[in-house]
């Protein structure tokens, strides 16, 4: 059964690095999505990305995040310059079109910014 | 703003007995409903969905009903399973939103053998 990947599973880097997360999402799938889980909070949308451009975003993602579809297959999250308050899980997301909503998660990269 | 509220953090059932897992929001724009389920140190799981054309939707064990008067929708498991044991998570979209969807708190659900 075809899944969402992502890479690392956990990413240590220092405040003010740069970091990007990986996923490959299902290769039929067409509407891309990154969340975050702060420890013992809710999942939180961050953005939405359609067509090669974003069709949505929270207000958490501001200029120092960017999203790519460099090759086709690979959605990244790109933090410009990490702070302490960016450690949590992200949770990748891909569907395909035409389904009502149902979003396939990957099994998440932990960032922890020291 | 909390536009999905789940109000119960936790819910403990015994093996065999009906969970019941509530969810109230307050956009009216929202017209689709989903539940998740989430294990420790995995992503979340898609599990029903409803949509805001229906009052309920089942797959075998679970059901999940629509409320849109009282903005509420719940999710019934039965009979309750330990395996079921995991956070479950409301979320809600709006057609207008490029389906990004909003997410409760999430309740976290304990089935005791």
């Known amino acids: 059964e075809p899944e969402v990947t992502q890479t690392p599973s956990h990413q240590v880097t220092q405040m003010g690095q740069e970091v990007i997360l990986r996923c490959v999402p299902i290769?039929?799938?067409?509407?891309f999505y990154w969340y975050r889980q702060i420890l013992g909070q809710k999942v939180e949308f961050l953005v939405s990305?359609?067509?090669?451009?974003?069709?949505?975003k929270s207000e958490i993602f501001d200029d120092q995040f960017s999203v790519e579809r460099p090759d086709g297959s690979n959605f990244t999250l790109k933090i410009r310059s990490t702070k302490l308050e960016d450690s949590a899980m992200y949770f990748c997301a891909s569907r395909k079109a035409g389904t009502p909503y149902e979003q396939y998660f990957g099994p998440g990269t932990r960032l922890t910014v020291t | 703003d909390q536009q999905v509220k789940q109000n119960s953090p936790s819910l403990s059932v015994q093996e065999g007995r009906i969970s019941i897992l509530n969810c109230d929001y307050t956009?009216?724009?929202?017209?689709?409903f989903l539940w998740y389920k989430k294990y420790p140190a995995e992503g979340p799981t898609f599990l029903i969905s409803i949509s805001s054309i229906k009052d309920k939707n089942e797959d075998g064990r679970f059901t999940v009903f629509l409320n849109k008067s009282a903005k509420h929708l719940s999710l019934h498991i039965v009979p309750s399973q330990p395996g079921d044991s995991a956070v479950y998570f409301c979320?809600?979209?709006?057609?207008?939103?490029?389906?990004?969807?909003?997410f409760g708190d999430g309740t976290t659900l304990t089935v005791k053998p």
């Open positions: 990305f359609y067509n090669n451009e974003i069709s949505e």
């Open positions: 956009n009216s724009m929202f017209d689709y």
């Open positions: 979320a809600a979209s709006a057609s207008t939103n490029a389906g990004k969807s909003t």
């Open positions: 290769s039929n799938h067409l509407y």
